[in-house]
């Protein structure tokens, strides 16, 4: 019996004829896809695109990543030189820091930073400088899609008018969304088309090619209805990040004076199949997502009247625990030599976020090494992933520092090792046995089996 043949329905979404000429085009890969900032977010966003057959435009402000590019160099570590000379030999990519070049971009991914100002208040001027350069070179048929973590409210409120002063309306004459970066550096389990894509607009055109665009790199896109519930998506997720580690590094605290080990419950208390999640303390928080990303709300909600107690006191528990950890040396110190930090010398191990990556945003690193040095002590680090420090907005005075050699003579030379990122690289027993003293803040000593007596959690 012969199966009959059923009708088939056109399934494009109910869309203008200039949305529906761009989603055919794009399925046809006939459609070039730029992507304005090309560090840890925007490089993959031009892999995934690339491997999906799209032409595609990078541009950076800054000039030595542009000609590293187009050599078939990769600047960042977990990004192999052998992805970026693919990419730049194949003819489907162009990497420029003039922006003028974008005008023949059918769609512009905006990956640009998003920091905090001093006072702990948004610093928009990265998407508005963005927006800003970009509005001369606007046409129609464009899609613009926001990537970078900001507070809910700001594609609406910030540039969507910049953008519309160009005459062309957003949801008309141009497409306008947003969807969060969720990139992970360095995780070998995930990568941009693995992981799901949020994409939130303000109108079902800007929508259906936003969800189209993503759905030609990333395995599954989760549609919101709005930009805003997007951008709220994304503070959410790092949110609740943020308390749960806050509360793990309170019972750290806790737990130490009571004489428990908080690595060995979160062992215990993670083999309980429901009802627990575990999180990991450390000696304060790093990257650009957990240490910034609450205040962007807490920020925003005072517009509305309203004080976020619990996210706030999440962000002082996290960004006390330098403070905690160089307390917790100077006890040390003082209990096993007779010695405060003032003439100490103290050696870092690590300073990346995180491990197995080059990645030095917000690094609590850079923190201890500033408050050690306030306190007296004699300062070095170790990191192979870091050789020298770089320039960042927080600890100019540090950069140029750079990366000492790790053996046994080094290590015997410092009065206190403290070990900042756990990279998997480092052999810590051999780093205990050589080493008077080892403040571990990450755990990374735990199959250690001899000198366990020079180890200090903290």
């Known amino acids: 019996m012969t199966t ?74 977990h990004f192999s030189d052998a992805d970026v000379a693919a990419i730049a030999q194949s003819g489907r990519f162009h990497a420029t820091s003039d922006i003028a070049d974008l005008a023949r971009a059918d769609a512009i991914l905006i990956c640009v930073p998003t920091p905090l100002t001093r006072h702990r208040e948004p610093d928009m001027s990265y998407i508005v400088s963005t927006a800003e350069h970009l509005l001369p070179h606007l046409k129609a048929g ?30 008309r004459d141009f497409f306008l969304a947003f969807s969060p970066e969720r990139e992970d550096p360095g995780n070998p389990n995930y990568e941009t088309s693995t992981i799901p894509k949020v994409v939130g607009a303000d109108d079902p055109d800007s929508r259906a090619i936003a969800i189209a665009l993503y759905q030609a790199i990333v395995q599954s896109v989760v549609p919101v209805s709005s930009a805003a519930t997007a951008e709220a998506v994304k503070l959410s997720e790092n949110i609740f990040r943020s308390v749960n580690i806050a509360l793990v590094n309170e019972l750290k605290v806790i737990y130490d004076r009571m004489g428990i080990d908080i690595w060995e419950v979160i062992e215990a208390a993670k083999t309980k199949p429901f009802g627990y999640m575990p999180f990991y303390p450390g000696p304060g928080l790093g990257g650009h997502c957990i240490p910034i990303d609450p ?11 309203i004080t976020t107690k619990f996210v706030e006191l999440a962000g002082e528990i996290n960004t006390a625990m330098p403070d905690y950890v160089i307390t917790r040396t100077a006890e040390a110190l003082d209990e096993r030599f007779a010695r405060g930090l003032n003439g100490s010398r103290v050696l870092i191990i690590g300073a990346a976020y995180k491990k197995n990556v080059d990645d030095m945003r917000e690094s609590p690193a850079l923190v201890l090494i500033e408050r050690l040095k306030l306190r007296k002590a004699t300062v070095e680090y170790h990191d192979p992933y870091v050789p020298a420090l770089p320039s960042t907005r927080k600890h100019k005075p540090l ?8 053996s046994a003579e080094t290590l015997g030379q410092f009065d206190a090792v403290i070990i900042a990122t756990d990279h998997d690289c480092i052999d810590y027993q051999a780093l205990v046995s050589a080493s008077k003293l080892v403040i571990d803040t990450r755990n990374a000593t735990k199959a250690v089996t001899e000198h366990r007596d020079r180890i200090v959690k903290a």
Do not use: C
Request: charged content about 20%; proline content about 7%; overall charge positive.
């Open 4 to 77: 009959p043949v059923q009708p088939q329905h056109d399934t494009t979404p109910s869309v203008s004829p200039l949305a529906r000429e761009k989603l055919a085009a794009l399925g046809e890969r006939r459609f070039n896809v730029a992507i304005i900032g090309l560090g840890y977010v925007g490089l993959p966003l031009v892999r995934a695109f690339w491997r999906a057959g799209f032409e595609v435009t990078g541009f950076d402000i800054d000039p030595p990543k542009i000609t590293s590019l187009m050599a078939g160099k990769s600047y960042i570590r």
């Open 142 to 171: 464009q899609t613009v899609i926001l990537e970078s973590t900001t507070y809910p409210g700001t594609t609406h409120e910030v540039l969507k008018p910049i953008l519309e002063r160009s005459g062309l309306e957003a949801g």
């Open 295 to 305: 205040f962007y709300l807490t920020w925003k909600a005072r517009e509305f009247a």
């Open 399 to 406: 950069m140029g520092m750079k990366s000492l050699d790790l």
